[in-house]
């Protein structure tokens, strides 16, 4: 990981006392402490042990919310995912968009979420440990890009029975879509430096992508309706 990159200060509370607030507190307080432990640990060195003691919680009371620590970074990614969902109004947003504008808005949640150095941090710390910890990479896709994935594809499948766009199978057209917008990105994040991630021109990158994938969304006449009678 680059040694440049911010680590939030993790908690200094005695482990094993209680933290005060509503659970919804001392849960987002054990995820902070988590997400700290992560970033500066990397997924493998990372434990349960150094996790409660950044909380000041005991391992116990981890345990009584989390199976293991590949639940404990699925969370820490599902947050991730809550912001990106806030903004769509899980996925209810897009409804009331037309598809340049729908497609416009997920690229940006999508493209912003990986260029933030947090979540970019974390992204290269999953790639490089999902050869070791196999488990990992199928709870990030559930907690994580599934979700996006099934919101996007509702959307489209909605705009083809309203005939706005043609897609034989909407469901792989979201995945490809989403793999337009994120490859690059996910390219200088796993081979270049973070500064070439802040160097790229987001919102050119992200219009050039819709257009490209509207062109070859966008209904086209039936040919095989040349010369006949219309009514």
């Known amino acids: ?10 908690m200094g509370h005695k482990s094993g006392r209680p933290r005060r607030g509503t659970e919804a507190e001392r849960l987002d307080g054990l995820i902070q402490a988590a997400t700290a432990i992560f970033l500066k640990e990397g997924y ?9 003691t950044a909380a000041g919680v005991s391992t116990r009371t981890i345990y009584e919310r989390f199976k293991n620590k590949g639940d404990l970074m699925a969370a820490v990614i599902t947050r991730l995912v809550d912001r990106d969902m806030a903004v769509m109004g899980g996925g209810a947003k897009l409804d009331r968009l037309e598809p340049a504008e729908a497609l416009t808005l997920v690229g940006q949640i999508m ?14 710390i999953i790639a490089a440990e999902a050869q070791r910890f196999p488990e990992l990479t199928a709870k990030m896709r559930a907690s994580g890009k599934k979700r996006m994935e099934d919101a996007l594809a509702a959307y489209l499948r909605g705009q083809v029975e309203c005939g706005s766009l043609a897609l034989t199978d909407p469901a792989s057209a979201a995945v490809l879509f989403l793999q337009m917008i994120t490859a690059q990105v996910h390219e200088y994040l796993l081979f270049e430096s973070p500064q070439a991630v802040a160097s790229l021109d987001r919102c050119a990158h992200v219009a050039r992508v819709v257009q490209l994938f509207l062109y070859g969304a966008a209904p086209r006449p039936d040919p095989s309706a040349n010369g006949r009678h219309q009514p």
């Open 1 to 10: 990981m680059d040694e440049t990159l911010p680590v939030p200060p993790v």
């Open 44 to 52: 493998g060195l990372a434990s349960i042990d150094k996790i409660a």
């Open 111 to 124: 493209v912003g979420r990986l260029a933030d150095p947090e979540s970019g941090a974390l992204f290269r």
